[in-house]
């Protein structure tokens, strides 16, 4: 009897050892089973690893909510020392970098409204007589306001101008003696800087906002949408099942794409009807000029929104590499092209990065067309860049899926 049982507790036990060493050895076979998927799907993991690195890269150096070296335009109509002084003083603060010399108060209302500066500098031609009498001297500064964030700081750096500007001509006794008795006193500055916020005096966030969204929820759902969908005819076989129909490709991708077209259309209704009804965003400033370019630019855009959707979907084997795909574009477009953080803020790479996604083109026409009454003429070069962008996609969409179907 004791044999017996000494017996069956060796077995036991090597069956417990053996069962123990089984158990490793099918985990091993999963582990090394994970791996070998690994390397089958390099496109999905290689993405996994990328993506961290492009958060830490835009968030660390592109992303900045105090903008400095605003491009600003300056129009001087006095050429003497207390408008260089004021001139000096400006730029020294950090926040503004003259870039252009305006010729008339046109010149300064054209650039300010393309877009061409943030700001715009007026010293009228009796600036410094007025300093020098004490007689309310003023000096004019416009500020593209359509992006509160993106003048906030540099609006607040105003304030000390006058103190600082005409420190030295304080210090040698070139103001007047009413100017100077008033500067030492600090009942008065030497000048005011009289400040024109315009297209958004108020500083309301959302008329900034809420156009921009128009971009982003057109190119989350669009560009998704038809990677997904595309992606998902595919993998059912069904794409093979269309193809073998009498209708060719390229009826069969403008019949995939058309519904998402309307979709888009009725997507930027809606967007506009709200954005006017719950939060007052202006419209209409421009007329039928601005119209136009609203409606030519979201056609582009839900065009080439599409064409990119289904460019990804020649490139993915499985639905998940589209929607991670997606992903790729759609991140970088909501942080580098204006919408959430100051375009200007972004350091020089940057914003020639941002410069090649479409959004930021899209943007500047949304915005550009409700804030600020632009029309074709002064957006054209968004525009043009947008139809750029379409050509280009389509193009690179059309042959990649020849060679699919191939």
Do not use: C
Request: net charge positive.
């Amino acid at each position: 009897m004791s044999g017996q049982s000494s017996s069956k507790g060796g077995a036991s036990s090597r069956g417990r050892a053996s069962g123990g060493g089984g158990a490793w050895n099918r985990i091993l076979a999963v582990l090394t089973k994970e791996f070998i998927q690994l390397t089958r799907d390099r496109l999905t993991y290689a993405m996994i690893l990328v993506m961290p690195i492009v958060q830490l890269m835009l968030f660390g150096y592109a992303i900045n909510n105090d903008p400095r070296d605003l491009p600003t335009a300056v129009l001087v109509q006095d050429h003497g020392p207390m408008a260089r002084s004021t001139l000096s003083a400006l730029v020294n603060s950090g926040y503004f970098k003259i870039v252009q010399e305006a010729g008339s108060p046109a010149d300064l209302d054209r650039a300010i409204a393309r877009g061409e500066v943030q700001f715009a500098l007026t010293i009228p031609a009796d600036f410094t007589r007025r300093v020098v009498r004490g007689d309310q001297a003023q000096i004019l500064v416009e500020a593209d306001a359509s992006d509160p964030a993106a003048t906030g700081g540099a609006i607040a750096a105003l304030a000390s101008l006058p103190r600082t500007a005409l420190t030295r001509d304080l210090a040698r006794g070139q103001l007047g003696a009413a100017t100077q008795a008033a500067s030492m006193g600090a009942d008065r500055d030497p000048f005011e800087v009289v400040i024109h916020r315009r297209y958004n005096p108020e500083a309301i966030t959302a008329y900034n906002i809420v156009p921009g969204l128009l971009g982003v929820i057109l190119s989350m759902t669009l560009v998704m949408m038809t990677a997904l969908g595309v992606t998902r005819e595919y993998e059912r076989g069904t794409m093979e099942s269309l193809l073998a129909t009498p209708a060719r490709p390229i009826e069969v991708m403008i019949g995939k794409l058309a519904p998402y077209v309307v979709v888009g259309l009725i997507q930027t209704v809606v967007i506009l009807v709200l954005a006017r009804a719950l939060f007052a965003v202006p419209m209409g400033t421009g007329g039928m000029g601005g119209w136009a370019a609203l409606v030519l630019g979201v056609v582009l855009f839900i065009i080439g929104s599409l064409s990119l959707g289904f460019l990804i979907s020649t490139a993915a084997r499985t639905q998940l590499q589209a929607m991670q795909m997606s992903f790729f574009y759609i991140m970088p477009s909501i942080l580098l092209s204006g919408f959430m953080f100051p375009f200007r803020g972004m350091p020089q790479w940057a914003q020639v990065l941002g410069s090649v996604i479409p959004v930021t083109h899209f943007l500047r026409v949304v915005r550009g067309s409700l804030l600020k009454g632009l029309g074709l003429e002064d957006l054209w070069t968004s525009l043009l860049a947008l139809a750029v962008f379409v050509v280009a996609i389509a193009a690179a969409a059309m042959s990649r899926y020849r060679r699919t179907l191939d």
